[in-house]
């Protein structure tokens, strides 16, 4: 009986060890910027509500040892704020707001992408392609202006195919995950 104990606390520490020795660090990291803001107006008698949104990426990230991602998720809050001509909020406070992801295909990249593939499909797939690379390989990942809207977009080829979304702002909350993981 006691042999076996022995033998049981000898594997358990061993794997403490093996555990100990390929250390994973855990980082969060977050990108929010000014997505766009709509002056409230009138025209025409008719008086329209003017709009503020702001983005804010979540990152989480998992590295081995040698800083080398191993997980990796992002999703995306689009905070919407609606208000009057005399700058009085018109958005209701209380009002549910869903993430990128928790949207799914109600996102409604999906007709507008030119690729046919909804938001969550776009990130999972960038996810994906940034699993076994460091965060200098991500940052080297070449990228195009597509627009004013859109200005890091993949340019690699086997990652434009199946990605076409903005990645920029992702990258930048990748990096401060990546800083932060301990």
């Excluded at 919407?80 to 869903?98: H, R, S, W, Y």
């Excluded at 295909?105 to 007709?111: E, F, T, W």
Aim: aromatic letters at 6%; proline letters at 2%.
């Amino acid at each position: 009986m006691k042999k076996s104990i022995a033998l049981f606390l000898s594997v358990l520490m061993l794997i403490s060890i093996a555990s100990f020795a390929s250390a994973e660090l855990l980082g969060l990291g977050i990108n929010t910027d000014i997505g766009s803001i709509k002056e409230a107006t009138e025209k025409d008698g008719e008086k329209y509500d003017g709009q503020a949104q702001v983005n804010t990426i979540i990152c989480t990230v998992l590295l081995d040892d040698n800083k080398v991602i191993k997980a990796v998720q992002f999703d995306t809050v689009q905070t919407k704020v609606a208000f009057n001509g005399e700058g009085k909020l018109t958005t209701d406070p209380a009002a549910e707001i869903q993430t990128k992801v928790e949207k799914g295909d109600a996102y409604g990249m999906k007709k507008a992408s030119g690729i046919g593939k909804e938001w969550y499909e776009q990130i999972a797939e960038f996810e994906k392609y940034i699993i076994g690379k460091t965060i200098e390989e991500v940052q080297a990942i070449p990228t195009y202006k597509k627009d004013d809207s859109h200005l890091r977009v993949p340019d690699a080829a086997d990652l434009k195919a199946s990605v076409t979304i903005d990645i920029g702002g992702y990258v930048d909350a990748l990096v401060e995950a990546v800083a932060n993981a301990k």
